[in-house]
């Protein structure tokens, strides 16, 4: 357990905080209510739960799909910072690192909505200002007239050595995909730096570490699925227990059923172990990558409970909170969109 030249008193006191916190989360059974309802009754739905307040704020400017988003990307917003405020010491920092990867969702997404031409206020209604970047920030950023002055507008953050020396390529070629692995590579390094040598600082790598066996993973099948045969380096993120030549090498395992066996040859993580074998079919990228997240999941709440005054719990709440606003999300813009009911649960994190 962390501590404080206080004492663990502040520890205890924001683990309790974040208890009450998660358990406001909602249920499984309340996403299956809602997924019956109509875009107007989940709109009042959502106004009843933790979001009135941005509803009710925002209620004179927008409506329908337009509130809902721009309700749920405030409110998560409003909550990450409150869960800094309330974080003591080390864990303060570490939790701050950690949010600067929407700082990289933002800028990219305001860079596309730019590339297609989407007007400031479309782009705004899925901002989630919860990093370094703040709204009155990214508002800036959205009134700057193409890509390349957005950029400009970056200098002397954190984001804006990569995006200087990668963003021009992109321009060209009007694709971020290298950029964006580029981005979310430096941002990993800069996490594991942060935290190597700092008190409490390995139990925030064990996470790390987690988080990006995880991402690499995803990344695998998405380029099974996609067929794509090219230097699987370019899309894996160094740090986690596997090299990233490693993942090279299972990149280049072509059967399926190999390529599982060798990548369970390889896990330790025994929930994740439960899950690849069930991945041997041909299934949608979206499901394999949503059974991926509930291991995930699932790993850090066993992080956090064998390790409860730590950045554990914390990183448990932040995350799990994120895809309840993902899935209210979800369901509004499939109801928008007049999806089924299956498809649209089959996008949900439950």
Do not use: C
């Amino acid at each position: 357990m962390a501590e404080m030249s206080g004492g663990p008193a502040p520890y205890i006191y924001v683990g309790t905080r974040l208890r009450v916190r998660k358990s406001k989360l909602l249920p499984k059974e309340e996403y299956m209510r809602m997924l019956n309802m109509g875009l107007p009754e989940i709109t009042r739905t959502i106004e009843e739960m933790e979001y009135k307040r941005e509803i009710d704020e925002l209620s004179a400017s927008f409506s329908g799909i337009d509130l809902v988003e721009i309700a749920l990307s405030w409110n998560l917003a409003k909550e990450f910072q409150t869960i800094i405020d309330i974080t003591p010491g080390t864990l303060k920092e570490f939790t701050q690192a950690y949010l600067r990867r929407w700082d990289i969702q933002n800028v990219l997404t305001i860079i596309r909505g730019k590339f297609q031409g989407l007007k400031p206020g479309k782009i705004k209604e899925i901002l989630v200002p919860a990093g370094e970047l703040d709204r009155v920030f990214l508002d800036r950023l959205l009134l700057e007239e193409s890509p390349d002055r957005v950029v400009e507008a970056l200098k002397g953050k954190k984001l804006y050595p990569v995006l200087a020396k990668e963003y021009p390529a992109a321009s060209v070629s009007k694709s971020l995909s290298h950029l964006e692995n580029e981005m979310y590579k430096q941002f990993y390094a800069k996490l594991i730096e942060g935290a190597n040598g700092v008190k409490g600082g390995n139990l925030f790598l064990n996470y790390i570490r987690l988080d990006i066996d995880i991402t690499n993973i995803k990344n695998l099948f998405r380029l099974r699925v996609d067929t794509i045969e090219e230097d699987a380096r370019e899309m894996m993120i160094p740090g986690g227990t596997f090299t990233v030549e490693e993942l090279q090498k299972l990149n280049s395992v072509t059967d399926q059923n190999e390529f599982i066996d060798a990548l369970m040859a390889r896990v330790r993580v025994k929930t994740l172990l439960a899950v690849l074998d069930t991945l041997r079919g041909d299934k949608p990228i979206r499901e394999i990558e949503i059974e991926l997240i509930k291991v995930q999941l699932k790993q850090m709440e066993k992080m956090a409970k064998l390790n409860p005054f730590s950045i554990h719990p914390i990183l448990v709440y932040l995350e799990k909170k994120k895809y309840e606003v993902f899935n209210l999300r979800a369901i509004a813009r499939g109801k928008e969109s007049k999806l089924s009911t299956d498809r649209i649960k089959g996008y949900l994190v439950m």
